[in-house]
């Protein structure tokens, strides 16, 4: 018996690694950039935006939103074979298509989230707007800015979905084609701004907050994570679970470490009398969670495409 192989070469052979740490980046920036759009637009919208009054990441959390997109999407750009093909891509619009919605929605929320930065810009920042005209649409959409938090708020949760339906929608894939991954690739992106919003927070009382949210969100990953090794167990026997493994071994270092340091200061006391000592475990939390959430895009990307149909 003769057997022809065609179009085998030392990129295909012997596992298909069409996606390498390029996409795997482009995945982490764009969820934590969706994750931030929807935690900077709650800090906006909490008591009537009473919250976000003398808070610093009020502006600088809307603000990071288009610049970690622009390196997400930078990357991507760079991972394109045929770069003109983007243009192509831009000319229709397919329905039942993911890559088709994902395309459109992210072209639509960079401007959405860049036009909330503007409208959350401090007077004292203001000198930074050169052109007469920015200033003009500043001042125009002012009486919006609920409007647009609300907007980015909406765009963020489907940014963050929408990474997870793209890849669940490879049948061939067996570690990707979940209905779970969605859910994961969200809770995700929601730790990951938590824990940049806590991070950039100059009141400790935001700290706090923010650090009490990624708590319960961390917990609801954990939680989704079980059951989607349920499901690959159960579906797919033993051929992927070497793979989910190696993700949870990561993420539990991580992410689980984190959620320790957190729980001990969920406490009775007042968040402005936290000493400094607190305010450390806080940031070296998020800092932990937050490279929980790489490890995970990275192993996502590479454990989906080893993983093959039994």
């Known amino acids: 018996m003769e057997l022809t192989v065609t179009g085998t070469n030392a990129i295909t052979s012997p596992f298909l690694h069409a996606w390498d740490w390029r996409v795997a980046l482009y995945l982490f920036l764009g969820g934590m950039a969706a994750g931030l759009a929807v935690m900077s637009s709650i800090l906006r919208l909490k008591n009537a935006g009473k919250s976000a009054e003398g808070e610093s990441a009020s502006f600088w959390g809307p603000l990071w939103v288009p610049i970690i997109l ?23 619009f397919k329905p039942f298509s993911p890559m088709s919605w994902g395309s459109w929605g992210l072209l639509l929320f960079f401007p959405v989230c860049a036009l909330n930065a503007l409208v959350t810009m401090p007077g004292e920042y203001r000198h930074w707007l050169r052109f007469d005209v920015l200033r003009t649409l500043v001042d125009r959409l002012q009486p919006h800015k609920r409007l647009l938090a609300i907007l980015n708020f909406v765009f963020g949760i489907f940014v963050g979905l ?10 061939a894939r067996p570690f990707w084609h979940s209905a779970l991954l969605p859910l ?19 009141r400790k009382a935001v700290k706090l907050f923010f650090t009490k949210v990624n708590v319960s969100i961390v917990i609801a990953e954990l939680i989704v994570m079980v059951l989607f090794s349920i499901g ?49 475990l806080m940031q070296v939390s998020a800092a932990m969670v937050l490279a929980g959430g790489l490890m995970f895009r990275i192993s996502l990307v590479y454990a989906g495409q080893l993983s093959h149909l039994v």
């Open 70 to 92: 622009s390196f997400g999407m930078l990357f991507i750009f760079w991972d394109l074979d045929r770069k003109l093909n983007v243009y192509w891509l831009y000319l229709t």
């Open 162 to 171: 929408y990474t997870g339906v793209l890849l669940s929608a490879f049948v």
């Open 184 to 202: 994961l690739c969200l809770v995700s992106a929601l730790t990951a701004g938590a824990a940049f919003m806590a991070i950039i927070a100059k």
């Open 232 to 280: 690959l167990a159960t579906s797919q026997g033993g051929a992927v679970m070497p793979s989910f493994s190696f993700i949870l071994e990561y993420l539990l270092y991580g992410m689980a470490i984190a959620l320790v340091a957190k729980l001990l200061l969920v406490t009775d006391e007042r968040s402005d009398a936290l000493p400094d000592r607190a305010v450390l």
